[in-house]
Protein backbone atom coordinates (compact mmCIF):
# COMPACT_ATOMS: atom_id res chain seq x y z
CA UNK A 1 0.00 0.00 0.00
CA UNK A 2 1.05 3.75 -0.27
CA UNK A 3 1.69 3.94 3.65
CA UNK A 4 3.90 1.20 3.41
CA UNK A 5 7.86 1.81 4.26
CA UNK A 6 9.49 2.56 0.70
CA UNK A 7 12.54 0.23 0.26
CA UNK A 8 15.82 1.10 -1.30
CA UNK A 9 14.58 -1.55 -4.38
CA UNK A 10 11.72 1.07 -4.81
CA UNK A 11 13.42 3.92 -5.11
CA UNK A 12 15.80 2.23 -7.60
CA UNK A 13 12.88 0.87 -10.02
CA UNK A 14 10.70 3.80 -10.12
CA UNK A 15 13.75 6.67 -10.71
CA UNK A 16 15.64 4.63 -12.79
CA UNK A 17 12.09 3.70 -14.90
CA UNK A 18 11.29 7.77 -14.82
CA UNK A 19 14.79 8.76 -15.77
CA UNK A 20 15.20 5.29 -18.34
CA UNK A 21 18.57 4.66 -16.67
CA UNK A 22 18.91 1.12 -18.06
CA UNK A 23 22.21 -0.47 -18.41
CA UNK A 24 22.65 -2.66 -21.58
CA UNK A 25 25.37 -4.29 -19.42
CA UNK A 26 24.50 -5.35 -16.27
CA UNK A 27 27.09 -6.10 -13.57
CA UNK A 28 27.15 -8.18 -10.68
CA UNK A 29 28.48 -5.68 -8.22
CA UNK A 30 26.33 -6.33 -5.46
CA UNK A 31 25.44 -10.69 -4.64
CA UNK A 32 22.16 -9.78 -2.84
CA UNK A 33 20.32 -7.48 -5.81
CA UNK A 34 17.35 -9.80 -7.62
CA UNK A 35 18.87 -10.00 -11.72
CA UNK A 36 15.41 -8.28 -12.53
CA UNK A 37 16.82 -4.89 -11.05
CA UNK A 38 20.43 -5.28 -11.82
CA UNK A 39 19.70 -3.58 -15.29
CA UNK A 40 18.62 -0.44 -13.39
CA UNK A 41 20.63 -0.46 -10.71
CA UNK A 42 23.57 -0.59 -12.62
CA UNK A 43 22.05 2.26 -15.25
CA UNK A 44 22.08 4.64 -11.76
CA UNK A 45 25.47 3.67 -11.16
CA UNK A 46 26.86 4.52 -14.72
CA UNK A 47 25.00 7.82 -14.22
CA UNK A 48 26.81 8.66 -10.64
CA UNK A 49 23.62 8.92 -8.89
CA UNK A 50 24.54 6.27 -5.86
CA UNK A 51 26.61 7.95 -4.04
CA UNK A 52 28.80 6.74 -1.30
CA UNK A 53 26.60 3.60 -1.94
CA UNK A 54 28.01 3.16 -4.62
CA UNK A 55 30.88 1.61 -2.62
CA UNK A 56 29.43 -0.45 -0.08
CA UNK A 57 29.60 -4.34 -0.44
CA UNK A 58 25.95 -4.91 0.11
CA UNK A 59 23.30 -2.60 -1.21
CA UNK A 60 20.58 -4.22 0.89
CA UNK A 61 17.87 -4.44 -1.75
CA UNK A 62 14.59 -4.04 0.70
CA UNK A 63 16.09 -2.08 3.61
CA UNK A 64 13.78 1.06 4.49
CA UNK A 65 14.80 3.85 2.01
CA UNK A 66 15.61 7.13 4.70
CA UNK A 67 14.21 10.23 2.97
CA UNK A 68 17.85 11.34 2.83
CA UNK A 69 18.87 8.69 0.82
CA UNK A 70 16.07 9.31 -1.52
CA UNK A 71 17.11 13.45 -1.71
CA UNK A 72 20.26 12.38 -2.29
CA UNK A 73 20.05 10.29 -5.58
CA UNK A 74 16.89 12.83 -6.75
CA UNK A 75 19.44 15.68 -6.67
CA UNK A 76 22.23 13.67 -8.20
CA UNK A 77 20.23 12.28 -10.79
CA UNK A 78 19.28 16.03 -11.77
CA UNK A 79 22.51 16.76 -11.45
CA UNK A 80 23.05 14.14 -14.17
CA UNK A 81 20.51 15.34 -16.85
CA UNK A 82 21.68 19.05 -16.31
CA UNK A 83 19.15 20.50 -14.39
CA UNK A 84 19.73 23.87 -13.52
CA UNK A 85 21.22 23.87 -9.73
CA UNK A 86 23.34 25.86 -7.78
CA UNK A 87 26.65 24.83 -7.87
CA UNK A 88 27.29 22.47 -4.70
CA UNK A 89 25.61 19.50 -4.03
CA UNK A 90 22.95 19.98 -1.39
CA UNK A 91 20.75 22.36 -2.94
CA UNK A 92 18.14 23.42 -0.42
CA UNK A 93 15.76 25.44 -2.48
CA UNK A 94 15.85 21.72 -4.77
CA UNK A 95 15.22 19.31 -2.29
CA UNK A 96 12.21 21.56 -0.51
CA UNK A 97 10.87 21.61 -3.56
CA UNK A 98 10.48 18.12 -3.90
CA UNK A 99 7.98 18.46 -0.98
CA UNK A 100 5.24 20.37 -2.93
CA UNK A 101 2.01 18.98 -2.16
CA UNK A 102 3.36 15.78 -0.55
CA UNK A 103 2.23 15.26 2.76
CA UNK A 104 3.24 13.16 6.14
CA UNK A 105 5.98 13.81 8.76
CA UNK A 106 9.25 13.63 8.00
CA UNK A 107 10.47 15.87 5.62
CA UNK A 108 14.06 17.26 4.69
CA UNK A 109 16.48 14.60 5.71
CA UNK A 110 14.02 13.96 9.34
CA UNK A 111 13.74 10.77 11.02
CA UNK A 112 10.82 9.43 10.13
CA UNK A 113 10.68 6.83 7.50
CA UNK A 114 9.66 7.31 3.65
CA UNK A 115 6.69 5.79 2.79
CA UNK A 116 6.02 4.42 -0.93
CA UNK A 117 3.14 7.30 -1.36
CA UNK A 118 5.93 10.31 -0.31
CA UNK A 119 8.28 8.74 -2.49
CA UNK A 120 5.94 8.45 -5.68
CA UNK A 121 4.82 11.97 -4.80
CA UNK A 122 8.72 13.52 -4.81
CA UNK A 123 9.46 11.16 -7.78
CA UNK A 124 6.84 13.44 -9.80
CA UNK A 125 7.64 16.74 -8.47
CA UNK A 126 11.37 15.57 -9.65
CA UNK A 127 10.22 14.67 -13.22
CA UNK A 128 7.80 17.16 -14.02
CA UNK A 129 8.15 19.99 -11.66
CA UNK A 130 5.52 22.77 -11.11
CA UNK A 131 6.32 26.39 -11.43
CA UNK A 132 4.05 29.18 -10.39
CA UNK A 133 4.19 32.53 -12.31
CA UNK A 134 2.58 35.28 -9.73
CA UNK A 135 2.04 38.99 -11.81
CA UNK A 136 0.70 42.46 -10.65
CA UNK A 137 0.63 45.18 -12.26
CA UNK A 138 -0.32 49.21 -12.69
CA UNK A 139 -0.20 49.27 -8.32
CA UNK A 140 -0.16 52.98 -8.64
CA UNK A 141 0.77 53.16 -4.32
CA UNK A 142 -2.83 51.61 -3.84
CA UNK A 143 -1.27 50.86 -0.21
CA UNK A 144 -4.46 52.17 1.36
CA UNK A 145 -6.74 50.05 -1.05
CA UNK A 146 -10.50 51.31 -1.01
CA UNK A 147 -11.92 49.79 -4.35
CA UNK A 148 -14.90 47.41 -4.19
CA UNK A 149 -15.70 44.50 -6.10
CA UNK A 150 -18.66 44.87 -8.74
CA UNK A 151 -20.95 42.15 -8.47
CA UNK A 152 -20.31 41.53 -4.88
CA UNK A 153 -18.97 45.12 -3.28
CA UNK A 154 -16.69 43.53 -1.06
CA UNK A 155 -13.53 45.59 -0.40
CA UNK A 156 -10.62 44.61 -2.50
CA UNK A 157 -6.94 45.71 -2.84
CA UNK A 158 -4.61 47.47 -0.79
CA UNK A 159 -1.42 46.37 0.31
CA UNK A 160 -2.21 44.15 3.51
CA UNK A 161 -4.78 42.35 1.39
CA UNK A 162 -2.36 42.10 -1.73
CA UNK A 163 0.78 41.01 0.65
CA UNK A 164 -1.73 38.75 2.14
CA UNK A 165 -2.64 37.03 -1.51
CA UNK A 166 0.54 36.67 -2.73
CA UNK A 167 1.62 34.78 0.60
CA UNK A 168 -1.17 32.76 0.21
CA UNK A 169 -0.53 31.52 -3.36
CA UNK A 170 2.89 31.34 -3.28
CA UNK A 171 2.68 29.11 -0.22
CA UNK A 172 1.27 26.62 -2.48
CA UNK A 173 4.63 25.91 -4.55
CA UNK A 174 7.32 28.22 -2.45
CA UNK A 175 10.07 26.88 -3.92
CA UNK A 176 8.80 27.08 -7.44
CA UNK A 177 6.64 30.61 -7.36
CA UNK A 178 7.96 33.26 -9.37
CA UNK A 179 6.46 36.81 -8.55
CA UNK A 180 6.62 39.81 -11.38
CA UNK A 181 5.07 43.26 -12.21
CA UNK A 182 4.27 44.56 -15.21
CA UNK A 183 5.23 48.63 -13.85
CA UNK A 184 3.42 51.87 -13.12
CA UNK A 185 4.19 51.22 -9.59
CA UNK A 186 4.55 53.98 -7.41
CA UNK A 187 2.44 57.45 -9.15
CA UNK A 188 -1.45 57.54 -8.09
CA UNK A 189 -1.88 57.99 -4.02
CA UNK A 190 -0.67 60.80 -1.55
CA UNK A 191 0.94 58.28 0.68
CA UNK A 192 2.99 56.76 -1.98
CA UNK A 193 3.32 60.69 -4.10
CA UNK A 194 4.75 61.95 -0.78
CA UNK A 195 7.26 59.78 -0.01
CA UNK A 196 8.12 59.44 -4.11
CA UNK A 197 7.24 55.52 -3.75
CA UNK A 198 9.42 54.75 -1.33
CA UNK A 199 6.95 52.58 0.29
CA UNK A 200 6.18 50.54 -2.77
CA UNK A 201 9.59 49.59 -2.86
CA UNK A 202 10.03 48.68 0.65
CA UNK A 203 6.34 46.28 0.13
CA UNK A 204 7.93 44.74 -3.24
CA UNK A 205 11.26 44.18 -1.62
CA UNK A 206 9.68 42.46 1.54
CA UNK A 207 7.36 40.42 -0.74
CA UNK A 208 10.15 39.03 -2.83
CA UNK A 209 9.55 40.29 -6.80
CA UNK A 210 12.12 38.96 -9.25
CA UNK A 211 11.21 41.35 -11.86
CA UNK A 212 9.46 44.72 -12.38
CA UNK A 213 8.77 45.77 -15.88
CA UNK A 214 9.08 49.76 -16.40
CA UNK A 215 5.90 51.49 -16.59
CA UNK A 216 5.66 55.20 -18.29
CA UNK A 217 4.40 56.45 -14.97
CA UNK A 218 7.43 55.67 -13.31
CA UNK A 219 9.28 58.68 -15.33
CA UNK A 220 6.45 60.83 -13.84
CA UNK A 221 9.18 62.32 -11.29
CA UNK A 222 11.78 62.62 -13.82
CA UNK A 223 14.56 60.22 -14.44
CA UNK A 224 16.72 61.18 -11.40
CA UNK A 225 14.04 60.20 -8.77
CA UNK A 226 13.56 56.92 -11.03
CA UNK A 227 16.98 56.06 -10.99
CA UNK A 228 17.18 56.64 -6.96
CA UNK A 229 14.04 54.24 -6.19
CA UNK A 230 15.72 51.42 -8.43
CA UNK A 231 19.21 51.65 -6.51
CA UNK A 232 16.65 50.62 -3.60
CA UNK A 233 15.02 47.92 -5.44
CA UNK A 234 16.50 44.28 -4.69
CA UNK A 235 14.83 43.14 -8.10
CA UNK A 236 15.50 43.49 -11.80
CA UNK A 237 14.06 46.16 -13.24
CA UNK A 238 13.25 44.91 -17.02
CA UNK A 239 12.87 47.37 -20.50
CA UNK A 240 14.23 45.58 -23.25
CA UNK A 241 13.42 48.05 -26.06
CA UNK A 242 14.17 51.20 -24.14
CA UNK A 243 17.45 52.50 -25.39
CA UNK A 244 19.16 55.90 -24.76
CA UNK A 245 19.34 57.85 -28.12
CA UNK A 246 22.91 58.77 -27.93
CA UNK A 247 24.25 55.42 -27.39
CA UNK A 248 21.51 52.48 -28.86
CA UNK A 249 21.94 51.07 -25.28
CA UNK A 250 20.15 50.39 -22.22
CA UNK A 251 20.29 53.13 -19.56
CA UNK A 252 22.99 51.97 -16.93
CA UNK A 253 20.00 51.52 -14.53
CA UNK A 254 17.91 48.96 -16.50
CA UNK A 255 18.15 45.34 -18.08
CA UNK A 256 16.55 43.92 -21.17
CA UNK A 257 16.24 40.52 -18.87
CA UNK A 258 16.96 38.81 -15.81
CA UNK A 259 17.26 34.70 -14.85
CA UNK A 260 16.07 32.81 -11.86
CA UNK A 261 16.09 28.76 -11.12
CA UNK A 262 13.33 27.28 -9.65
CA UNK A 263 12.91 23.68 -8.79
CA UNK A 264 15.78 22.68 -11.16
CA UNK A 265 14.53 24.86 -13.97
CA UNK A 266 16.00 27.92 -15.53
CA UNK A 267 13.50 30.47 -16.26
CA UNK A 268 14.88 33.64 -18.61
CA UNK A 269 12.42 36.82 -17.99
CA UNK A 270 12.32 39.82 -20.93
CA UNK A 271 10.99 42.89 -19.87
CA UNK A 272 9.33 45.56 -21.97
CA UNK A 273 8.63 48.80 -22.19
CA UNK A 274 5.68 50.40 -23.83
CA UNK A 275 6.74 51.45 -27.28
CA UNK A 276 3.90 54.55 -26.80
CA UNK A 277 5.66 55.48 -23.62
CA UNK A 278 6.48 59.48 -24.61
CA UNK A 279 3.46 59.82 -25.78
CA UNK A 280 1.76 59.00 -22.20
CA UNK A 281 4.21 60.50 -19.80
CA UNK A 282 6.14 64.03 -20.07
CA UNK A 283 8.10 63.92 -23.14
CA UNK A 284 10.69 65.78 -21.67
CA UNK A 285 11.38 63.26 -19.21
CA UNK A 286 12.18 60.52 -22.03
CA UNK A 287 13.35 62.64 -24.83
CA UNK A 288 16.60 61.44 -24.07
CA UNK A 289 15.42 57.77 -24.89
CA UNK A 290 13.92 55.65 -27.93
CA UNK A 291 11.33 53.10 -27.20
CA UNK A 292 12.17 50.10 -29.78
CA UNK A 293 9.48 47.63 -31.57
CA UNK A 294 8.35 45.02 -28.55
CA UNK A 295 8.03 41.88 -31.50
CA UNK A 296 11.34 41.98 -32.38
CA UNK A 297 12.55 42.92 -29.23
CA UNK A 298 11.04 39.82 -27.55
CA UNK A 299 11.95 37.74 -30.49
CA UNK A 300 15.83 38.52 -30.31
CA UNK A 301 15.86 38.14 -26.15
CA UNK A 302 13.53 35.26 -25.87
CA UNK A 303 16.03 33.36 -28.63
CA UNK A 304 19.06 34.41 -26.60
CA UNK A 305 17.69 33.35 -23.40
CA UNK A 306 16.72 30.03 -24.98
CA UNK A 307 20.18 29.64 -26.57
CA UNK A 308 21.59 30.33 -22.87
CA UNK A 309 19.62 27.47 -21.57
CA UNK A 310 16.44 28.75 -20.53
CA UNK A 311 13.38 25.90 -20.54
CA UNK A 312 10.95 28.25 -19.95
CA UNK A 313 10.56 32.34 -21.35
CA UNK A 314 8.09 34.51 -19.62
CA UNK A 315 7.62 38.07 -21.31
CA UNK A 316 6.77 40.86 -19.21
CA UNK A 317 5.75 44.18 -20.08
CA UNK A 318 4.21 47.36 -19.59
CA UNK A 319 2.00 46.37 -22.61
CA UNK A 320 -1.85 46.58 -23.14
CA UNK A 321 -4.86 44.53 -24.33
CA UNK A 322 -8.30 44.59 -24.87
CA UNK A 323 -10.94 41.85 -24.42
CA UNK A 324 -13.89 41.16 -27.26
CA UNK A 325 -17.13 40.26 -27.60
CA UNK A 326 -15.97 36.48 -26.88
CA UNK A 327 -13.87 37.48 -24.06
CA UNK A 328 -10.48 36.90 -26.12
CA UNK A 329 -7.74 39.52 -26.34
CA UNK A 330 -6.58 41.69 -28.79
CA UNK A 331 -4.55 44.34 -29.10
CA UNK A 332 -0.62 44.50 -28.04
CA UNK A 333 -0.38 41.92 -25.56
CA UNK A 334 -2.31 39.31 -27.91
CA UNK A 335 0.08 40.43 -30.71
CA UNK A 336 3.26 39.23 -28.72
CA UNK A 337 1.64 36.24 -28.21
CA UNK A 338 2.36 35.22 -31.72
CA UNK A 339 6.46 35.30 -30.80
CA UNK A 340 7.44 32.37 -30.60
CA UNK A 341 10.48 33.00 -28.22
CA UNK A 342 8.59 33.81 -25.15
CA UNK A 343 6.53 31.04 -23.63
CA UNK A 344 4.10 33.34 -21.59
CA UNK A 345 3.42 36.57 -21.64
CA UNK A 346 1.81 39.03 -18.52
CA UNK A 347 1.08 42.42 -19.16
CA UNK A 348 -0.12 45.88 -18.29
CA UNK A 349 -0.79 49.34 -18.95
CA UNK A 350 -4.70 49.01 -19.24
CA UNK A 351 -5.92 48.52 -16.03
CA UNK A 352 -7.93 45.43 -17.53
CA UNK A 353 -8.24 42.13 -16.65
CA UNK A 354 -7.11 39.29 -19.50
CA UNK A 355 -6.90 35.79 -19.34
CA UNK A 356 -6.32 33.99 -22.49
CA UNK A 357 -4.14 31.72 -24.56
CA UNK A 358 -2.97 33.25 -27.94
CA UNK A 359 -1.04 30.95 -29.96
CA UNK A 360 -1.15 28.35 -27.43
CA UNK A 361 0.62 30.95 -25.07
CA UNK A 362 -1.28 32.08 -22.04
CA UNK A 363 -1.45 35.65 -21.78
CA UNK A 364 -2.88 37.78 -18.71
CA UNK A 365 -2.95 41.19 -17.18
CA UNK A 366 -3.73 41.04 -13.70
CA UNK A 367 -6.21 44.20 -13.84
CA UNK A 368 -4.48 47.47 -11.54
CA UNK A 369 -4.21 48.70 -8.27
CA UNK A 370 -3.54 45.55 -6.20
CA UNK A 371 -7.13 44.01 -6.69
CA UNK A 372 -6.39 41.48 -8.83
CA UNK A 373 -2.87 38.65 -9.09
CA UNK A 374 -2.33 36.80 -12.09
CA UNK A 375 -1.93 33.20 -11.55
CA UNK A 376 -0.11 30.61 -14.13
CA UNK A 377 1.11 26.90 -13.43
CA UNK A 378 3.31 25.31 -15.74
CA UNK A 379 4.27 21.21 -15.57
CA UNK A 380 7.72 21.51 -17.17
CA UNK A 381 9.72 18.24 -18.25
CA UNK A 382 13.50 19.62 -17.77
CA UNK A 383 14.69 16.51 -19.51
CA UNK A 384 12.72 17.39 -23.25
CA UNK A 385 13.17 20.94 -22.18
CA UNK A 386 9.42 21.95 -23.20
CA UNK A 387 6.12 22.28 -20.72
CA UNK A 388 3.75 19.64 -20.79
CA UNK A 389 0.49 21.56 -19.38
CA UNK A 390 -0.60 25.01 -18.03
CA UNK A 391 -3.21 26.21 -15.81
CA UNK A 392 -3.85 29.98 -15.44
CA UNK A 393 -6.18 32.28 -13.91
CA UNK A 394 -6.86 35.86 -12.89
CA UNK A 395 -8.05 36.20 -8.73
CA UNK A 396 -9.56 38.89 -7.22
CA UNK A 397 -7.74 40.14 -4.06
CA UNK A 398 -10.39 40.68 -1.54
CA UNK A 399 -9.53 42.46 1.65
CA UNK A 400 -12.37 41.49 3.82
CA UNK A 401 -10.04 38.43 5.41
CA UNK A 402 -8.06 38.45 8.60
CA UNK A 403 -5.21 41.24 8.83
CA UNK A 404 -1.38 40.14 9.11
CA UNK A 405 -0.51 42.52 12.03
CA UNK A 406 2.78 42.45 10.65
CA UNK A 407 1.65 44.58 7.29
CA UNK A 408 -0.96 46.68 9.00
CA UNK A 409 2.24 47.74 10.60
CA UNK A 410 3.86 48.55 8.05
CA UNK A 411 1.16 50.90 6.36
CA UNK A 412 -0.02 52.67 9.36
CA UNK A 413 4.00 53.24 9.54
CA UNK A 414 4.01 54.88 5.64
CA UNK A 415 0.28 56.34 6.52
CA UNK A 416 1.71 58.45 9.73
CA UNK A 417 2.69 61.58 8.01
CA UNK A 418 0.51 61.81 5.55
CA UNK A 419 -2.88 60.75 6.44
CA UNK A 420 -3.27 64.44 9.00
CA UNK A 421 -2.75 66.12 5.58
CA UNK A 422 -5.39 64.37 3.63
CA UNK A 423 -7.78 64.26 5.99
CA UNK A 424 -7.98 68.02 5.86
CA UNK A 425 -11.31 69.07 4.79
CA UNK A 426 -11.76 71.69 2.27
CA UNK A 427 -15.57 71.75 1.86
CA UNK A 428 -18.62 69.36 0.73
CA UNK A 429 -20.16 67.75 -2.01
CA UNK A 430 -24.10 68.30 -2.41
CA UNK A 431 -23.46 65.30 -4.83
CA UNK A 432 -21.48 62.68 -6.04
CA UNK A 433 -18.80 63.86 -8.90
CA UNK A 434 -18.29 60.64 -11.70
CA UNK A 435 -15.89 60.17 -14.92
CA UNK A 436 -18.80 58.62 -16.90
CA UNK A 437 -18.58 59.38 -20.83
CA UNK A 438 -19.17 61.30 -22.70
CA UNK A 439 -19.19 64.68 -20.11
CA UNK A 440 -17.86 63.77 -16.94
CA UNK A 441 -18.69 65.44 -13.74
CA UNK A 442 -15.09 65.17 -12.35
CA UNK A 443 -13.85 66.46 -15.74
CA UNK A 444 -15.94 69.48 -15.70
CA UNK A 445 -15.02 70.18 -11.82
CA UNK A 446 -11.16 70.10 -13.26
CA UNK A 447 -11.37 71.93 -16.22
CA UNK A 448 -13.68 74.64 -14.77
CA UNK A 449 -10.99 75.33 -11.98
CA UNK A 450 -7.97 75.41 -14.62
CA UNK A 451 -9.83 77.72 -16.52
CA UNK A 452 -10.99 80.36 -13.94
CA UNK A 453 -7.49 80.05 -12.53
CA UNK A 454 -5.27 80.91 -15.66
CA UNK A 455 -8.49 83.40 -16.85
CA UNK A 456 -8.48 81.24 -19.78
CA UNK A 457 -11.33 81.22 -22.52
CA UNK A 458 -10.84 77.62 -22.97
CA UNK A 459 -9.72 74.79 -20.70
CA UNK A 460 -8.86 70.75 -21.84
CA UNK A 461 -8.11 67.99 -19.78
CA UNK A 462 -7.46 64.51 -21.20
CA UNK A 463 -9.56 61.30 -19.61
CA UNK A 464 -6.87 59.52 -18.80
CA UNK A 465 -5.52 61.96 -16.33
CA UNK A 466 -8.37 61.55 -14.40
CA UNK A 467 -8.43 58.97 -11.62
CA UNK A 468 -11.10 58.71 -9.42
CA UNK A 469 -14.21 59.70 -8.89
CA UNK A 470 -15.47 61.97 -5.77
CA UNK A 471 -18.56 60.95 -3.26
CA UNK A 472 -21.14 63.06 -2.10
CA UNK A 473 -19.91 64.29 1.17
CA UNK A 474 -16.52 66.04 2.94
CA UNK A 475 -14.34 66.64 0.27
CA UNK A 476 -10.34 66.36 1.53
CA UNK A 477 -7.60 67.06 0.43
CA UNK A 478 -6.94 62.88 0.12
CA UNK A 479 -9.79 62.93 -2.17
CA UNK A 480 -8.77 65.65 -4.48
CA UNK A 481 -5.17 64.17 -4.84
CA UNK A 482 -6.99 60.42 -5.49
CA UNK A 483 -8.75 62.64 -8.77
CA UNK A 484 -5.49 64.10 -9.78
CA UNK A 485 -2.53 62.30 -8.31
CA UNK A 486 -0.28 63.79 -10.84
CA UNK A 487 1.64 67.01 -10.22
CA UNK A 488 0.65 68.34 -13.59
CA UNK A 489 0.47 72.35 -14.12
CA UNK A 490 -1.42 74.44 -15.65
CA UNK A 491 -0.18 75.71 -19.40
CA UNK A 492 -1.49 78.87 -21.16
CA UNK A 493 -1.32 78.49 -25.15
CA UNK A 494 -2.95 80.31 -28.35
CA UNK A 495 -5.20 78.29 -30.37
CA UNK A 496 -7.38 78.78 -33.32
CA UNK A 497 -10.08 77.44 -33.51
CA UNK A 498 -9.47 74.98 -36.05
CA UNK A 499 -6.37 73.72 -33.62
CA UNK A 500 -8.92 73.39 -30.62
CA UNK A 501 -11.30 71.34 -32.68
CA UNK A 502 -8.14 69.35 -34.06
CA UNK A 503 -7.23 68.30 -30.60
CA UNK A 504 -10.75 67.10 -29.58
CA UNK A 505 -11.03 65.13 -33.07
CA UNK A 506 -7.48 63.46 -32.45
CA UNK A 507 -8.94 62.67 -28.58
CA UNK A 508 -12.11 60.66 -30.20
CA UNK A 509 -9.39 59.17 -32.82
CA UNK A 510 -8.20 57.52 -29.81
CA UNK A 511 -11.84 56.49 -28.45
CA UNK A 512 -11.38 59.34 -25.78
CA UNK A 513 -13.51 62.28 -24.84
CA UNK A 514 -11.40 65.55 -23.51
CA UNK A 515 -12.76 66.92 -21.02
CA UNK A 516 -13.77 70.59 -21.56
CA UNK A 517 -14.68 74.19 -20.10
CA UNK A 518 -15.77 77.51 -21.97
CA UNK A 519 -17.13 75.16 -25.31
CA UNK A 520 -19.84 72.88 -25.77
CA UNK A 521 -19.54 70.68 -28.93
CA UNK A 522 -21.23 67.43 -30.13
CA UNK A 523 -20.06 64.00 -31.17
CA UNK A 524 -21.75 61.27 -34.18
CA UNK A 525 -19.65 58.45 -34.14
CA UNK A 526 -21.09 57.27 -37.29
CA UNK A 527 -19.04 59.69 -39.09
CA UNK A 528 -15.91 59.39 -40.65
CA UNK A 529 -12.34 59.47 -38.07
CA UNK A 530 -11.33 62.94 -37.46
CA UNK A 531 -14.84 64.22 -38.25
CA UNK A 532 -17.16 63.77 -35.65
CA UNK A 533 -17.35 66.48 -34.15
CA UNK A 534 -20.12 68.12 -35.34
CA UNK A 535 -21.24 71.17 -33.67
CA UNK A 536 -18.35 73.26 -31.64
CA UNK A 537 -19.37 76.28 -29.85
CA UNK A 538 -18.40 78.83 -27.30
CA UNK A 539 -20.44 78.41 -23.39
CA UNK A 540 -22.93 81.17 -24.69
CA UNK A 541 -23.44 79.60 -27.83
CA UNK A 542 -21.78 81.40 -30.49
CA UNK A 543 -19.37 79.69 -32.77
CA UNK A 544 -16.16 78.96 -32.73
CA UNK A 545 -14.30 80.62 -34.92
CA UNK A 546 -11.99 78.16 -37.02
CA UNK A 547 -9.98 81.10 -37.62
CA UNK A 548 -9.87 83.03 -34.56
CA UNK A 549 -7.20 82.72 -31.73
CA UNK A 550 -8.58 81.95 -28.33
CA UNK A 551 -6.23 81.44 -24.86
CA UNK A 552 -6.79 77.70 -23.85
CA UNK A 553 -5.62 76.30 -20.95
CA UNK A 554 -4.53 72.16 -20.44
CA UNK A 555 -1.83 70.43 -18.46
CA UNK A 556 1.93 70.44 -19.23
CA UNK A 557 1.30 67.22 -19.83
CA UNK A 558 -1.58 67.35 -23.01
CA UNK A 559 0.24 70.94 -23.60
CA UNK A 560 3.82 69.10 -25.21
CA UNK A 561 1.71 66.65 -27.32
CA UNK A 562 1.11 63.72 -24.40
CA UNK A 563 -1.78 61.80 -25.28
CA UNK A 564 -1.75 62.42 -28.90
CA UNK A 565 -3.33 65.78 -28.53
CA UNK A 566 -0.37 66.93 -31.77
CA UNK A 567 -2.74 69.83 -32.28
CA UNK A 568 -1.79 71.63 -28.52
CA UNK A 569 2.18 71.16 -29.80
CA UNK A 570 1.01 73.57 -32.37
CA UNK A 571 -0.11 76.08 -29.63
CA UNK A 572 1.58 80.15 -29.84
CA UNK A 573 2.54 81.96 -26.89
CA UNK A 574 2.70 78.94 -24.19
CA UNK A 575 3.49 79.97 -20.76
CA UNK A 576 4.05 77.29 -18.06
CA UNK A 577 1.93 78.92 -15.28
CA UNK A 578 3.90 76.53 -12.65
CA UNK A 579 0.41 76.29 -10.54
CA UNK A 580 -0.84 72.35 -9.97
CA UNK A 581 -3.89 71.60 -11.20
CA UNK A 582 -4.55 70.23 -7.87
CA UNK A 583 -3.86 73.11 -6.43
CA UNK A 584 -6.30 75.02 -8.09
CA UNK A 585 -8.92 72.68 -7.41
CA UNK A 586 -8.27 72.71 -4.21
CA UNK A 587 -9.12 76.63 -4.36
CA UNK A 588 -11.61 76.28 -6.30
CA UNK A 589 -13.58 74.06 -3.86
CA UNK A 590 -12.73 76.48 -1.11
CA UNK A 591 -14.45 79.10 -3.19
CA UNK A 592 -17.65 77.65 -4.10
CA UNK A 593 -17.92 76.18 -0.39
CA UNK A 594 -17.30 79.38 1.13
CA UNK A 595 -19.84 80.27 3.93
CA UNK A 596 -20.88 76.42 4.86
CA UNK A 597 -22.46 76.11 1.26
CA UNK A 598 -21.89 72.66 -0.36
CA UNK A 599 -20.94 72.15 -3.87
CA UNK A 600 -22.85 71.09 -6.36
CA UNK A 601 -22.08 70.55 -9.94
CA UNK A 602 -24.74 68.82 -12.27
CA UNK A 603 -23.24 68.04 -15.84
CA UNK A 604 -24.62 70.89 -18.00
CA UNK A 605 -24.38 69.23 -21.42
CA UNK A 606 -21.48 70.39 -22.46
CA UNK A 607 -20.52 67.32 -24.22
CA UNK A 608 -23.26 65.73 -26.26
CA UNK A 609 -23.05 62.23 -27.96
CA UNK A 610 -25.33 61.29 -30.43
CA UNK A 611 -26.73 57.51 -30.31
CA UNK A 612 -25.73 57.46 -26.56
CA UNK A 613 -26.67 60.51 -24.35
CA UNK A 614 -25.81 64.01 -22.68
CA UNK A 615 -25.10 63.71 -18.82
Not at 465 to 473: S, T, V
Request: with cysteine; aromatic share 6%.
Amino acid sequence: GSALPARRVDLVYWLARAFDMRSAKPSNAWGDVPDSLRVWLDGMLSKGVLGPLAQADRFETYRPATISLALDWCERTARSRHFALSSKLGDGSFRRGLFTGVSGPGPLGLAAPLTRAQWLGMLANLRFPTLRLLETTDFHGAILGGSRDRRSQRPTGGSVALAAAIVRERAVNPEGSVLLDGGDLFQGTMISNLQFGRPVVEQMNALGYAAAAVGNHEFDWGVDTLVSRVHEMHFGVLAANMVERKTGKLPRWARSDTTVLRRGVRIGIVGLAYPGTPRVTLPAHVAHLRFDDDSTTAARVGARLRKAGATLVVGVGHLPAETDSSRHARGDLARLGHVDAVDVWLGGHSHNVIDDRVNGHPVLIAGALGQYLAVVDLVVDPVQQKIVETNQRVLTVFADGPADSAWSARVERWNAGVAPVAAGVLGTARVALHRRRPESTIGDFITDAMRADAKADIALQNPGGMRADLDAGPITRGEVYAVMPFDNTIVTLQLTGALVKLALEQSLHNDRVTQVSGIRFTIDPSRPDMQRVTQLTLADGAAIDPAKTYLVAANNFMATGGDHYDALAQGTNRIDTGRMIRDAMEAWVVAHCAGGKSYDLPADGRITELGGRSN
